[in-house]
Nanobody, 128 residues
Framework: QVQLVESGGGLVQAGGSLRLSCAAS????????MGWFRQAPGKERAFVAV????????YYAASVKGRFTISRDNAKNTVYLQMNSLKPEDTAVYYC?????????????????????WGQGTQVTVSS
């Protein structure tokens, strides 16, 4: 079993920055693809970003590309989401997720069902 714990959420003004962290427990963390999703009130949980096992490849939702950066430090069993130029539309609960059986491409990485493990979420609120 893998356990994921997000942290770093909070309240920030539009245009500001925030860095989320996701600490993972488990012996095989370094072999998992890791993703970030977010869920705003009344909305479906939506894909944000994904990173492969080595950290050499990433993919982003169009809505955050150029503003957010996903990274990982396998030695620390941690994945990060650096969020810059934040907008009120970014307000949501942010979740990290682990995919223990990543595919050869990111074609299905936007699907929630691709991920076996999820954190509890951390709230990000962007004020205008």
């Amino acid at each position: 079993q893998v356990q994921l714990v997000e942290s770093g959420g909070g309240l920030v003004q539009a245009g500001g920055s925030l860095r989320l962290s996701c600490a993972a427990s488990g012996r095989t963390f370094s072999s998992y693809a890791m993703g970030w999703f977010r869920q705003a009130p009344g909305k479906e949980r939506a894909f944000v970003a994904v990173i492969n096992w080595s950290g050499s490849s990433t993919y982003y939702a169009a809505s955050v590309k150029g503003r957010f950066t996903i990274s990982r430090d396998n030695a620390k069993n941690t994945v990060y989401l650096q969020m810059n130029s934040l907008k009120p539309e970014d307000t949501a609960v942010y979740y990290c997720a682990a995919d223990r059986n990543p595919r050869a491409s990111y074609s299905l990485s936007w699907l929630k069902n691709e991920y076996e493990y999820w954190g509890q979420g951390t709230q990000v609120t962007v004020s205008s």
